[in-house]
Every structure is written in C-alpha cells, then in structure tokens.
C-alpha cells in the first residue's frame, strides 16, 4: 500500500499485491496525499494510552482521557487506518465487516478483491483464522482466512484498483 513518486517522470505509483508478486499500479495525485495501514495488534501501555502497530512496521499512540472507559479507543485489529503522507496523521479508519471492500493479500487467490460477503467464525478458533468470503464485480466468490484479508474502505475502496480484481 506504499506510495512510490518518480518526479522527474511525473509517475505515482501504489504498490499493490498480485498474482506474480508485488506490482506498480499508477495514481492520480489526489491519490498520493494517504497511504492504507492494517492494524495488526494493539496492547495498552503505561498510563491507559492506546498502542497501535501496524502491518508497516510503525506504531501509533491514541491518548486516553479516562483509562477506565477509554472513548478514544475506536479501533479493532485487522481494521484498516487511512494514514496522511508525509505527516502520518489518521485520516480515516475502515471496520471488517460484510460489505466492506478488500483485497487479498496473500496465499493461493492474493491480488483479487471485492466485497466481503461472509465472515466465519467458529467457537474456540483464532480470529484471523475465521474464514472470509469475497465476491468480485463479476460475481466470482473466492475464500481466503482473515489473516490475509486488508479492508480498503467503508463501502466502496479508497483507492484505485486495476480492472483484473
């Protein structure tokens, strides 16, 4: 989900996953202004505050009024944060749930998405392994684990997307 710009070519580029591997999908610069980070854990530290870590590597603090009931704590893992470039500021938050938007990451279908029509999860079974099942524009259906799944938007992606999905 990095955002790669080649000035002097005057190019942007999202990398994007696929079927050979990563690939350059090219942008608008409306598009060039955020960047998608999936949370992967988040844990509370000293003093009540919110840690987030997210799948790029980088962390991020939400301070909490109250510890107790902490109100700013709006987010699950596995969501999605839409993340300003360069400032890195939270500029939206996308929830897994039917309905939503996403993209395969990984295993045997990575680089397809759709929406999410399904979410299967079983009593005694790790969440990321709960079984999701997405559905294309066309129609298609294909099932992947949680694990491997990265929400793009609310309703719609947030981002631009090659045709072949």
């Known amino acids: 989900m990095d955002v790669v710009s080649i000035p002097d070519a005057e190019k942007i580029y999202r990398i ?3 079927q050979k591997g990563l690939f350059l ?3 608008g ?34 301070r909490v009024k109250d510890p107790v009931k902490p109100e ?31 993209i395969i990451v990984d295993g045997k279908n990575i680089g397809k998405w759709g929406k999410i029509v399904t979410i299967e999860q079983r009593p005694g079974q790790n ?22 799944m990265f929400v793009l938007g609310d309703t719609e992606p947030s981002i631009s997307l090659p045709e072949a999905g």
């Open 25 to 27: 999908h090219p942008i």
């Open 29 to 62: 610069k409306d598009e060039a202004g955020f960047k998608l980070c999936r949370i992967e854990n988040k844990s509370v530290i000293k003093g009540g505050h919110v840690q987030l870590n997210l799948h790029d590597g980088r962390n991020i603090l939400i």
């Open 72 to 102: 700013e704590d709006l987010y699950q893992t596995l969501e999605t944060l839409k993340m300003s470039i360069p400032d890195q500021e939270v500029v939206g938050h996308f929830r897994l749930t039917e309905g939503a938007p996403a």
């Open 16 to 18: 994007l996953p696929s």
């Open 127 to 148: 969440r990321r392994s709960s079984l999701v099942t997405i559905e294309d524009k066309k129609g298609n259906r294909f099932q992947t684990t949680l694990d491997y």
